[in-house]
Nanobody, 124 residues
Framework: QVQLVESGGGLVQAGGSLRLSCAAT????????VGWFRQAPGKEREVVGT????????YYADSVKGRFTISEDSGKNTMFLQMNSLELEDTAVYYC?????????????????WGQGTQVTVSS
């Protein structure tokens, strides 16, 4: 089973940038899709962006489209989330996740391996 660990969270002012990292260990050959998700206090976890590994198709939520970018370093089994033009509404715990299921890569329900999360706080 693959295991994931996020890092790179912190405090940043609105308009600033931050890059999150997700390191994978263990079995990764059966990973169908990867993604970044976030959860603010009192709210449901939501999709930030997901990527289907077989063909490299990437999906972003409308709220982050044009500001956030997902990338991968396959050799190091690492995924990144580059966040630019951060807004107060981006404050949340950010999670990376992987899916071993051959289902819709955009749907959060299909992600079965999760990291521990990293806090991102955007201040005014």
């Amino acid at each position: 089973q693959v295991q994931l660990v996020e890092s790179g969270g912190g405090l940043v002012q609105a308009g600033g940038s931050l890059r999150l990292s997700c390191a994978a260990t263990g079995r990764t050959s059966n990973v169908y899709a990867v993604g970044w998700f976030r959860q603010a206090p009192g709210k449901e976890r939501e999709v930030v962006g997901t990527k289907k590994r077989s063909i490299g198709v990437t999906y972003y939520a409308d709220s982050v489209k044009g500001r956030f970018t997902i990338s991968e370093d396959s050799g190091k089994n690492t995924m990144f989330l580059q966040m630019n033009s951060l807004e107060l509404e981006d404050t949340a715990v950010y999670y990376c996740a992987a899916s071993t299921r051959l289902r819709d890569f955009r749907a959060i329900i299909n992600y079965d391996v999760w990291g521990q999360g990293t806090q991102v706080t955007v201040s005014s």
